[in-house]
């Protein structure tokens, strides 16, 4: 299922567009915009929270921690969707457990809609990230 | 409101949730909304689907998180509350015997067992009146007087 997302190579226009993206996220965030969970996400979290305590501000905060080295894939340069959708390499919670995390922008309105926060079932290689 | 700027209901739903082998049950919060295929990025007008907010999938975990705890042994709300009404104990009172502070039994009755260890201890003493008893004899905080009315209530039933 992850194959269906873009890959972006790492050159410098796509950094750019992916910290477009998290200057955007942040942006609405500190502009008092909740995160929204799709029903996967929720169903995710409940796992996170039982098996390692995490919770919700826990998300919040990995998502404003997130930088262009977590990126995993997405983000349609075409932006042709009615939001777009970017998924990271992150840590969370007092474990730091590194989890998936896929949330998307709408264009046409404020939200931030959260579709997936679990422990990848794979290695998640970080295209921007200097190993 | 919608993603679309309408006024929607919080809708609530008894979920279930199969956890190392004990099945947890609880009401959930959630709203509707039109779906959004998390691939593509697109909206499906046609289809509606569960979303929650930051506040509700809070509320969410908490209740999850109750569950847990009760099927692991802990005092449930409901417990607690029936047993204060049967001994015309108030939450505060009940709190300090147990040698918790004086607002505790009173979160918990609100916001359901944050702890394990606290729960089953509560749990424990609810099944055995004998230890409520004594714990009550132990207490420093409660005149001879309280001790006597709340002490003759138990034993009642203990008898």
């Known amino acids: 299922m992850i194959s269906r997302m873009v890959q972006l190579p790492n050159t410098p226009e796509n950094s750019g567009l992916v910290q477009e993206f998290l200057d955007e996220t942040r942006r609405r965030i500190s502009n008092g915009i909740d995160i929204t969970f799709t029903n996967k996400a929720n169903e995710e979290l409940k796992d996170l929270a039982l098996d390692f305590n995490v919770e919700v501000a826990d998300i919040e905060t990995a998502i404003e921690n997130l930088s262009t080295e977590n990126y995993f894939r997405g983000i349609d340069p075409s932006r042709k969707a009615d939001f777009e959708v970017c998924a990271f390499s992150a840590t969370v919670g007092k474990d730091n457990v590194r989890i998936y995390l896929k949330f998307g922008l709408e264009v046409q309105g404020l939200q931030i809609l959260l579709f997936s926060n679990h422990v990848p079932d794979y290695p998640m290689n970080q295209p921007f990230k200097n190993y | ?159």
Request: hydrophobic share 30%.
């Open chain 2, 1 to 159: 409101m919608t993603r679309e700027n309408h006024l929607t209901n919080e809708l609530h739903g008894i979920t279930y949730k199969m956890h190392k082998g004990l099945k947890l049950e609880y009401t959930e919060v959630f709203y509707l909304d039109y779906d959004v295929d998390e691939y593509t990025g697109l909206i499906n007008r046609n289809k509606t689907s569960k979303h929650y907010t930051k506040s509700q999938v809070d509320r969410n975990i908490k209740a999850l998180k109750n569950a847990y705890h009760i099927a692991k042994g802990a005092a449930s709300p409901s417990e607690i509350i029936n047993f204060r009404d049967k001994y015309q104990i108030s939450a505060s009172m009940l709190s300090i015997i147990l040698g918790f502070s004086k607002n505790t039994i009173s979160n918990i009755e609100n916001e359901g067992v944050t702890s394990l260890p606290s729960g089953r201890l509560i749990k424990m003493c609810l099944d055995n009146k004998a230890i409520i008893y004594q714990y009550i004899q132990l207490c420093d905080d409660l005149d001879s007087r309280k001790k006597e009315e709340i002490s003759r209530r138990l034993m009642e039933e203990i008898k």
